[in-house]
């Protein structure tokens, strides 16, 4: 590979030289150039007003894009559509110009649009953003969410804003508890749905039951529904199984504008959090403005704690979690180039105004190509080259990748996931339904939702009598205020710190017994924690102060046992190999920890055990898969093979499904069982891609087990930073014999999945 980009140079000789590793190195370049979208109508050819279009020559937009003409079109004409475009390209100008000429032609007491972002700050970024479309005096736009102040809300509901823009948590209370909402949705015309993408997992479900719930609340008077978004494979799948009604796709093109350097820069045996912060206080050294992301809030405190204390860099965390006046002063800082850069997981990726970034870090390859995409669409903006630095490690997708690097930036951009059946979900969304609507007729409820309302009955949060369900009405308006967050749908567990017994964060279950079990080092607002312990009948975990200048972090060593399943779907892989889709019961426990130095990455580390488990049990969704046992090894042999390729089919799933490392688990039996389900509780709709795309995470993980140059295991091929039992009792080779033996020959078992297992799981 040749590297002529000066600066890809001069980052990569000092990189060596700050680490000492003459190993650490750019391994692939891809240089990514793309012109002017195709050309629409000139804006003087528009049938729109006057003082608008003077608007947009001033703003510099003088002719419409192709796709804009399109959706500005279909719009019109009343169509339900999505539009797909990449970042920079001008999507919000499709969906806006064709409300503002209808609102142009008629004037409404009330919103004629409702634009739904998924954040605050987001909603407010692009307020500004739609500012200058309306600032001539015509139109009127306003945020109305949970940081608007009382007496402004009493304003607009006085005299509402031709456009409101709000979010999804705002429109699911409001729909119960806020009349002004409720109007304002009765008579809304458009619902707009921006950054689409952002509405899989488990924050996709609550939003499709939201606007199912809009749907009926609006009765005959439907609305138009427009979803937008940057980066989504299966575009009108994922917004019809969100919106439940058809779309037309408005499709734009798919990369920016402009000129970007896409660099990746292998570790050399070096942890990839020590590469990062090195190669972050290169970039502050050179006076470059920066964004580097992690997907874990702990990792990404980590990362800017060693750029701090290794390279006095001034960079700052932007996460979840943290307060929101934290973020806007982060996001801020950030825009006035007043520190060198920001460490920030996803919340940062979407479209919030952070103004010019030189460059883009990825610590990691992100979960899925769409969230590369949307990630490095952050720097080089404005007309300007930007710079892209992903970090490989030693991790199967990571080697994988460094082999083949053409084929990470030729890939297609995955498919979009939900549960449409997340269980725990629809059970506050029901009983909201109920409470909006004051009653709900028996023969218009789903028969997949049935088992839904005999719960509810039997917590007395509902009542059936003769055809119609009620609500009852204070037990179930309790319920539904306490279980509204819709970023989730685990219990959340309070992190108490004890010596002033305040509450420094949350973390939702199950997640939070991986991260907050005794001894578990965790970190908030770049200072380090211990925890004391963790009372899952209080959803309480305890902590106290660590001395600030530890160099080390924890993993938990735990166990997932299946405690009942439900079949939902069933079928055989083109190879015979036996999958089941289902409702699963789990049981997850705790049993020890390791200590591991962070300078070192994954590998090593000492192990701690607890006299007794810490467990907890949740139902999820998971795709069984039965495998051949080999009759000529032993118990253990079979073990070895089957946890292996558990792994890495795991590993073969971020590609394949989009999923992050800690989105999916799984375990393994001697038997030739696995079991990989979706970690959020009620399932996020991952497990049933693996399902559907079964075939290919095979091959992807046969690839990952032939191409690897190691004896019998390594960080590259089949271990696992999230292995249950720190990655023993695993084989290379015999899952390749395994999965070689499948691949070429076939097979054919007459067994289900699971229903003849034996031996102890191993996570």
């Not at 040749?2 to 370049?29: C, F, G, Q, T, W």
């Not at 990514?32 to 003077?54: A, C, F």
């Not at 999505?82 to 004037?107: C, Q």
């Not at 269980?423 to 028996?442: P, S």
Request: proline share 6%; with cysteine; aromatic share 10%.
């Amino acid at each position: 590979m040749h590297v002529n980009d000066p600066l890809v140079l001069e980052i990569s000789d000092e990189l060596r030289a700050a680490l000492k590793n003459r190993y650490v190195r750019v391994v692939h370049v891809y240089v990514e150039e793309y012109g002017e979208p195709e050309p629409g109508p000139s804006v003087e050819e528009l049938d729109i007003p006057q003082q608008l279009r003077s608007v947009l020559v001033k703003a510099g937009i003088k002719r419409l894009y192709r796709f804009q003409w399109e959706a500005f079109k279909k719009i019109l004409a009343g169509k339900s559509i999505v539009i797909t475009a990449g970042t920079g390209t001008g999507k919000t100008e499709a969906f806006l110009l064709p409300i503002l000429k209808l609102i142009h032609e008629e004037k409404m007491d009330d919103p004629r649009a409702i634009l739904v972002y998924p954040t605050k700050a987001l909603a407010r970024d692009q307020l500004k953003r739609i500012s200058k479309y309306i600032g001539y005096g015509y139109y009127t736009a306003a945020v109305y969410d949970g940081d608007t102040p009382r007496r402004v809300r009493e304003k607009l509901s006085a005299n509402p804003p031709d456009i409101l823009i709000t979010n999804p948590d705002m429109i699911n209370l409001g729909l119960v508890l806020s009349p002004a909402i409720r109007r304002f949705i009765r008579n809304a015309e458009y619902l707009v749905f921006d950054e689409l993408h952002v509405y899989e997992g488990v924050l996709g479900s609550h939003v499709k039951y939201i606007i199912d719930r809009i749907r009926r609340f609006k009765g005959v008077k439907q609305p138009v529904l427009i979803g937008s978004s940057a980066t989504i494979g299966n575009s009108r799948e994922f917004a019809e199984t969100l919106f439940g009604l058809e779309v037309e796709v408005v499709e734009g093109p798919l990369r920016r504008r402009g000129r970007a350097i896409h660099a990746m820069i292998s570790c050399g045996g070096l942890s990839r959090w020590t590469v990062t912060a090195a190669l972050a206080a290169v970039l502050a050294r050179k006076g470059y403005r920066f964004l580097v992301f992690t997907d874990s809030q702990q990792m990404a405190e980590l990362v800017a704690r060693m750029i701090r204390r290794s390279y006095g860099a001034e960079v700052y965390v932007h996460r979840a979690g943290l307060p929101a006046e934290t973020r806007r002063a982060v996001e801020s800082k950030l825009r006035e180039g007043s520190i060198d850069g920001v460490v920030a997981t996803p919340t940062l990726e979407l479209g919030i105004d952070i103004g010019y970034l030189d460059a883009v870090v990825l610590a990691s390859p992100p979960p899925s190509y769409a969230k590369y995409l949307q990630r490095a669409g952050r720097a080089g903006r404005r007309g300007r080259k930007g710079y892209v630095f992903m970090v490989l490690s030693d991790d199967p997708i990571d080697a994988y990748y460094e082999r083949n690097p053409e084929r990470y930036y030729r890939q297609e951009i995955p498919p979009s996931h939900l549960e449409p059946l997340n269980e725990e979900v629809l059970k506050i969304h029901l009983l909201a339904l109920l409470l909006q609507q004051g009653k709900v007729k028996l023969s218009t409820i789903p028969r997949s939702w049935r088992r839904i309302v005999e719960s509810l009955v039997y917590e007395r949060l509902a009542a059936v009598t003769g055809y119609y369900v009620y609500p009852n009405t204070r037990l179930a308006r309790r319920f539904f205020i306490k279980h509204s967050s819709i970023r989730g749908s685990g219990p959340l567990v309070a992190i108490v710190e004890r010596s002033t017994n305040s509450v420094i964060g949350y973390r939702e279950l199950p997640q939070a017994l991986l991260d907050l079990h005794p001894e578990a080092v965790y970190y908030s607002f770049g200072r380090p924690y211990a925890s004391t312990g963790i009372d899952l009948d209080k959803r309480e975990a305890y902590v106290k102060p660590l001395p600030d200048d530890i160099t080390y972090y924890t993993r938990p060593l735990y166990t997932v046992s299946l405690e009942d399943y439900a079949e939902i779907f069933t079928r055989t892989s083109r190879r015979g190999i036996p999958l089941i889709y289902a409702y699963v019961r789990l049981s997850l426990s705790v049993e020890g920890f390791v200590i591991k130095n962070y300078w070192e990455g994954e590998r090593g580390g000492s192990k701690y055990w607890f006299s007794s488990p810490i467990t907890y049990a949740y139902d999820t969704k998971a795709t069984l898969i039965k495998y051949p046992e080999n009759p000529e090894w032993g118990l253990m042999e079979n073990a070895e093979a089957f946890h292996a390729i558990e792994h890495v089919l795991i590993s073969a799933a971020r590609p394949v499904c989009g999923a992050s490392l800690g989105d999916m688990g799984g375990f393994s039996y001697p038997s030739g069982d696995i079991v990989i389900y979706d970690a959020a509780p009620g399932g996020s709709g991952l497990a049933r891609l693996l399902y559907e795309r079964f075939e290919k995470a095979e091959e992807m993980a046969y690839e990952i087990l032939r191409s690897c140059d190691c004896y019998d295991g390594c960080p590259r091929c089949i271990y696992s930073p999230y292995c249950g039992n720190n990655n023993q009792v695993l084989s290379r080779r015999k899952s390749y014999l395994v999965l070689s033996e499948v691949l070429k020959k076939g097979v054919h078992i007459g067994a289900k999945p699971i229903e003849e297992r034996f031996g102890k799981p191993m996570v």
